[in-house]
């Protein structure tokens, strides 16, 4: 589905687009509010003020001025795809709160998949459920988030941080097993999301399914040289680690030490890159 998305944009079948951005759960419908100070990535070390609830006449200092909530002005980003970079200025040394209502009709376990350029943080119903602190570049579904849902309206708040270059991001949702969700709703009506602060936080009760990078990195444990190789690739291009964690470099030593002579070039290759990306 991805790849039909990203060629139905190519081709401007704007309509075609759509329909399957929401097959795959896309996320377009925000408020949003930014930009804050991230100077050299301050902004992750601290909760931002509009990330406590949610208050549509609030007002907070920004980055340069005074900011406030405001509506997404995009319906239908292409291919789910927002271009936060478009909506403020500065544009570097930035940070931008999201928010979005989801109307559950029942308890239950949600998957997010989250893509941006630089760190993020997530939280629902007022609590933080991942962070990932990272300079890098923006890919589909690079991290993987629980949402225990309660029944009735959820607060779904993303805080995205640059230092600079490109700030991007796409959010979707889907069951655990990757099936559509089809017994919860987005919302970004005012009603429902002040409705949603108020909602506290319910227990999670499931657990991730493994994702190929955690066979990976598994098989990597085992001792597998390919598999050491292929996940050290996976972390350099798509999910660098922070970088006092550098699991990809690590992991290219142990595959320059266990592959193949054939494969050895790729591994060194792997290796110099990861010394080049701070």
Avoid: Y
Wanted: proline share 6%.
């Amino acid at each position: 589905l991805g790849m039909a998305l990203t060629r139905a944009h190519a081709e401007g079948d704007l309509a075609g687009a759509i329909t399957l951005q929401r097959e795959l759960g896309a996320l377009t419908s925000w408020w949003v509010c930014g930009p804050f100070d991230n100077e050299r990535g301050a902004a992750f070390g601290h909760p931002l003020p509009a990330e406590q609830g949610f208050d549509p006449d609030a007002t907070f200092d920004g980055k340069k001025r005074p900011i406030r909530w405001r509506p997404l002005p995009i319906a239908e980003a292409p291919g789910g795809v927002l271009d936060l970079g478009s909506l403020h200025r500065p544009q570097e040394q930035v940070a931008v709160v999201l928010a979005c209502a989801l109307l559950a009709e029942r308890d239950v376990d949600a998957l997010l998949a989250l893509g941006c350029d630089g760190s993020f943080r997530v939280a629902l119903d007022g609590r933080t459920l991942a962070a990932h602190d990272a300079q890098r570049a923006f890919a589909r579904d690079q991290d993987r988030v629980l949402l225990p849902l309660r029944a009735g309206p959820n607060l779904l708040v993303i805080t995205a941080m640059v230092q600079d270059g490109p700030h991007r991001l796409a959010a979707r949702l889907r069951a655990l097993d990757g099936a559509p969700l089809r017994d919860v709703q987005v919302s970004d009506a005012v009603t429902d999301l002040v409705a949603a602060a108020n909602t506290t936080p319910r227990d999670v009760a499931g657990t991730l399914p493994r994702s190929t990078l955690d066979h990976l990195l598994a098989h990597a444990a085992d001792g597998a040289a390919g598999a050491a190789l292929r996940a050290a690739t996976s972390l350099l291009l798509e999910h660098p680690d922070a970088p006092s964690t550098r699991r990809d470099r690590a992991l290219a030593e142990q595959a320059m030490r266990t592959v193949d002579q054939d494969q050895r070039w790729i591994a060194n290759s792997v290796h110099a890159a990861t010394l080049f990306v701070a």
